[in-house]
């Protein structure tokens, strides 16, 4: 089953649950625009630089360093709160953009899917 369901599939649906989440979190950043002393969140990836150092890498030379294995595959994320007061122009563009960046990750989700249908009636 592993086989099937590669690093892509889970990456994708991970991402997919990252913007459905950070989609939440800007729809509660704009409902509360006139919520007295409230201040607007954001959803961010956390240590983001360690996870970077975390990809699949090779050696090409003996003499190269091993690369660590990989033991963390799904993404972490921490909700952190700004100073700043909510700004209806941010907060909007936010959200059009996660928009964007979820059907996009839904897509190309919907495509590795339709890759694997593919294969599967070419066997039959």
């Known amino acids: 089953?592993?086989?099937l369901f590669d690093k892509t599939v889970h990456l994708l649906s991970n991402m997919v649950d990252y913007r459905a989440k950070r989609?939440?979190?800007v729809v509660s950043n704009i409902t509360n625009i006139d919520t007295v002393g409230y201040k607007p969140s954001e959803?961010?990836?956390k240590n983001e630089f360690e996870r970077a150092g975390k990809l699949?890498?090779?050696t090409t030379n003996p003499r190269h360093i091993p690369p660590s294995p990989n033991s963390e595959d799904s993404l972490e994320y921490e909700l952190k709160t700004s100073d700043d007061v909510v700004k209806i122009d941010?907060?909007?563009a936010n959200l059009a953009e996660n928009n964007l960046m979820y059907n996009t990750t839904v897509e190309m989700l919907a495509r590795k899917f339709r890759g694997l249908e593919t294969v599967l009636k070419e066997t039959k």
């Open 23 to 25: 989609h939440m979190v």
């Open 90 to 92: 941010t907060e909007m």
């Open 43 to 45: 959803l961010t990836f």
């Open 56 to 58: 699949a890498m090779t």
């Open 1 to 3: 089953m592993k086989a």
